[in-house]
């Protein structure tokens, strides 16, 4: 009897030790990166690779987002604010809502589905390979060599793609506005700029860049980490993807709160 009773509080007890092993291996593989950042020497041939990676490549599938997410949220409004006559606050919705919330979460889902499976993937097949092994054995540091670039790159890049975003989820707004809603093009964009204040792109762009580390950083643990042949980096790979989404919905909660808590 008792062991039926103790054995659900030892598993849970097993969860709880592995999350914090787990949380507690993040941390320290984060800090050993970023201490590499500061010390020479610097990749910077790696550093390009990988900036062109996350940003130009990435430029695509976060531009198409970025257009039609505009697109939608001002249809969205006008259905709902025509109920109150309230259509002319349509154009600040829609500018408020990508800067601060939409432009940085979607674009960061979106780079965490192609750069967080990409680096865990070519991480994790060099790891499975001894190639990881062999930098070592060439005296070659490969936290240095391969997770310092990637996560500088992926945070300098990240909030460049959202800029592109939000421009171009304002212009969708602003298209759907002016050809299909019949608003003024120059009172719609007037209201764009009125409403729209600095804080709010400051918010935006910092949520971008703590989700571009975050991205990097669970990419590359979780190929670095990475074990059992073809079959582990596919687990790699799929984790790397699910936990950066996760911890972009969590962070994204915990910056809102902190920029625009009362």
């Excluded at 039926?4 to 592995?18: C, F, K, N």
């Excluded at 979607?106 to 780079?111: G, K, W």
């Excluded at 097949?125 to 930098?135: E, F, G, H, K, S």
């Excluded at 060599?145 to 990240?158: D, E, F, G, N, S």
Aim: charged letters at 10%.
């Amino acid at each position: 009897m008792a062991a039926i009773l103790l054995d659900p509080l030892a598993a849970i007890g097993r969860a709880t030790l592995g999350a914090c092993r787990t949380v507690g291996g993040i941390a320290l593989f984060a800090l050993e990166a970023v201490s590499h950042l500061v010390r020479p020497p610097f990749y910077g041939r790696l550093f390009a690779r990988a900036f062109l990676e996350v940003a130009w490549f990435s430029l695509p599938v976060v531009a198409l987002t970025a257009v039609f997410t505009g697109m939608v949220l001002a249809l969205q409004s006008y259905t709902g604010f025509a109920r109150f006559n309230a259509q002319s606050a349509i154009a600040s919705v829609v500018v408020i809502s990508l800067v601060r919330e939409l432009g940085p979460v979607l674009a960061a889902l979106m780079v965490a589905g192609r750069i967080g499976a990409s680096f865990a993937a070519e991480i994790g097949t060099m790891r499975v390979t001894d190639q990881i092994d062999a930098l070592t054995t060439l005296s070659t540091n490969p936290m240095k060599y391969l997770v310092a670039p990637r996560l500088l790159a992926a945070t300098i890049a990240l909030p460049l793609l959202v800029l592109v975003a939000d421009v171009l989820g304002v212009m969708g707004g602003w298209l759907i506005g002016t050809l299909k809603l019949g608003f003024v093009s120059a009172a719609y964009l007037k209201s764009t700029f009125d409403y729209l204040e600095t804080d709010d792109v400051v918010s935006g762009l910092v949520k971008a860049a703590v989700f571009g580390f975050v991205i990097a950083l669970m990419g590359t643990w979780c190929g670095y980490n990475s074990r059992g042949g073809a079959q582990g980096v596919g687990g790699a790979t799929t984790s790397a993807v699910v936990a950066s989404s996760i911890l972009i919905l969590a962070l994204d909660y915990v910056l809102t709160e902190i920029f625009f808590a009362q």
